[in-house]
């Protein structure tokens, strides 16, 4: 058998090395278009704060694709994949063929139409390449302005005032990570940016970039003002990797649609990771939602099943974790009940700023909001993960007895 992976980052290994341990005389060739080994990309505003360091980026070691067996293609962009010729098109002119496929190829940042993009000291940060390219430039620049207040855009502000920059932050909405917080957990978010120095400008976008000299020298904003600045990384989302696949009928706009075992809609081609489009864990609707475990557990599937183990994937549990200087937040699962029937139950700490938020639906916990005290987040995730009725738990989740401990004590349902 021979396999190909496209990605060799989060989903692309997973899906190599799970392949590997199902099929250890199977052919595996890992293709990516960066020619570094593989590395971390949460780590990547860690580096830019200066709290690591560029070697401990790197998941493997330099004898990594050696010791598994596989054949590794780095620095090579896939241009086309063919179905029907079971072949992967190479930007060098060669084609590679293959029994089964696994598309990991995650994503791209998105931009906005507007101009100036083409001026000095715009960047985005999804690469290393993106990350060297910022760090030369901020060499130079004391004065930096980050778009979009989701996730990666509020790290990113956080490790350049970590390194002394003057940061503005631009929020399209009443606040930051205006998808996934509640107010009381968005406020304690934005108490802890002031406290950093961070300037938040809410309902803010940009209109244009403006330079001189062909550098960038200011942002101008929705609003009329002109708010000055040496660099801009824009951090508005990102879309799916899937333009190699076009003239297939594999990918849609939001991603590849995957089936429970992440195979997609060619029997021998599956797919892992932010490329596609999976069904959310509680609502199996289908939810593009970016998050590295969920790559892992997607890729692991998936290279089960181009060995033909016939592996299950559960579903995406939506979550953030954000780790800030002074502010810690956990969010996961949904925000509010879907039914009228459904209770949040909230506890603030306003002296320590901890702050706890449940939500129950039809008797279940769903989803979970922790700031400052963190500790407990997994034990939550996975009572929304296995929908167990609160009624069948040791002890209730809002009551003040409630520790995970407790849950320890006796098996939970439906364990082994
Ligand atoms: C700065 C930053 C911080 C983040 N922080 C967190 C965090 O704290 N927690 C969290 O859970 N997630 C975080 N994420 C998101 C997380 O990194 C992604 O969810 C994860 O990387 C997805 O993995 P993937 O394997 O699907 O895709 P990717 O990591 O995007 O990898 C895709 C691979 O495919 C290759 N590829 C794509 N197209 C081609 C082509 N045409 N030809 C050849 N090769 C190709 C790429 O080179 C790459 O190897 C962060 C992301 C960024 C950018």
């Known amino acids: 058998m021979r396999f190909v992976i496209i990605g060799t980052s989060a989903a692309g290994l997973a899906g190599a090395e799970t392949a590997r341990r199902f099929a250890p005389q199977a052919t595996i060739t890992l293709i990516s278009d960066e020619s570094h080994l593989p590395y971390s990309r949460p780590l990547l505003t860690y580096l830019l704060g200066g ?18 067996g596989f054949e590794a293609l780095l620095g090579t962009p896939v ?9 992967v098109h190479l930007a060098d002119g060669r084609a590679i063929p293959y029994d089964r496929l696994l598309i990991a190829s995650g994503a791209n940042p998105r931009m906005p139409r507007i101009p100036g993009l083409e001026l ?29 207040a989701g996730a990666v855009g509020l790290k990113a502000a956080d ?14 909405g009443a606040q930051p990570l205006s998808k996934v917080l509640d107010p009381v957990s968005a406020r304690l978010l934005m108490e802890a940016l002031q406290r950093l120095g961070i300037t938040l400008h809410l309902h803010s976008w940009p209109t244009a970039v403006v330079g001189a000299g062909g550098r960038v020298t200011a942002l101008a904003l929705n609003d009329g003002r002109e708010l000055p600045t040496e660099a801009v990384i824009f951090s508005v989302g990102v879309a799916p990797r899937v333009e190699f696949l076009a003239g297939t009928e594999l990918s849609g706009p939001d991603g590849i649609p995957v089936n429970e075992l992440m195979g997609t809609a060619d029997p021998d081609i599956f797919a892992a990771g932010d490329c596609v489009l999976p069904r959310h864990l509680i609502t199996g609707e289908p939810a593009a939602f970016h998050i590295w475990p969920a790559a892992v557990a997607q890729g692991e ?8 183990a016939g592996r299950r994937y559960d579903g995406i549990l939506p979550m953030n974790s954000l780790s800030l200087t002074g502010c810690r937040i956990i969010t996961g699962g949904h925000l509010q009940p879907n039914t009228p029937e459904g209770e949040v139950f909230e506890e603030l700490d306003a002296k320590t700023g901890r702050f706890k938020r449940l939500v129950f639906d039809q008797g279940r916990l769903v989803g979970a909001t922790l700031v400052g005290e963190v500790r407990h987040a997994g034990i939550y995730f996975q009572l929304i993960a296995q929908k167990i009725p609160v009624k069948e738990l040791p002890c209730d989740p809002r009551s003040p007895e409630f520790h995970p401990g407790r849950l320890w004590a006796r098996p939970l349902p439906g364990a082994a």
């Open 51 to 68: 709290e690591t360091t560029r070697e401990k980026l790197f998941l493997r070691s330099p004898e990594y694709f050696r010791d598994w």
């Open 79 to 87: 241009t086309r994949v063919d179905p029907q010729a079971h072949e």
């Open 120 to 148: 000095e000291g715009v960047f985005t940060l999804r690469h290393l390449a993106d990350a060297e390219r910022l760090e030369r430039h901020l060499a130079k620049a004391r004065r930096v302005t980050v778009v979009g």
């Open 159 to 172: 490790a350049l005032s970590h390194r002394g920059l003057k940061v503005d932050l631009l929020a399209r």
């Open 301 to 308: 599937v998936a290279g089960a099943n181009l060995a033909g």
